[in-house]
């Protein structure tokens, strides 16, 4: 199972940037789909994740009313729409995915990530 995000950018703050990720191979095991980032000098952390089962979400209070996450189920797919972004939200972007049924913020329950994706907000 491979996972490829797209979508990033250099972006003004106050802007916005959509990330997706699409899993390509064996995807039928996928429960959950979700974003972590990680800023130069800083460790990787959570962003925001779904779970199509019970079909709720997760957000960082960093990006909670800022940042939207959405998916397609049937082709797993997770995009997330990053509104007001700030020069603090500069990372890189990396999608990750879980075949368990642990949902959570821990890099540890997921077991496939993507390439990452550079944001960078800045004027």
């Known amino acids: 199972v491979q996972l490829q995000a797209s979508g990033g950018g250099l972006v003004h703050p106050g802007g916005s940037l959509r990330l997706s990720c699409a899993g390509s191979?064996?995807?039928?095991?996928?429960?959950?789909m979700g974003w972590f980032r990680q800023a130069p000098g800083k460790d990787r952390e959570f962003v925001a994740a779904l779970t199509w089962v019970g079909g709720t979400s997760l957000y960082a209070d960093s990006v909670k009313g800022r940042f939207t996450i959405s998916g397609d189920n049937a082709k797993k797919m997770v995009s997330l729409q990053m509104n007001s972004l700030k020069p603090e939200d500069t990372a890189v972007y990396y999608c990750?995915?879980?075949?368990?049924?642990?949902?959570?913020?821990?890099?540890?329950?997921?077991?496939?990530w993507g390439q990452g994706t550079q944001v960078t907000v800045s004027s």
């Open positions: 191979g064996s995807i039928f095991r996928i429960n959950h």
């Open positions: 990750a995915a879980d075949r368990d049924f642990i949902f959570s913020r821990r890099q540890r329950d997921y077991d496939l």
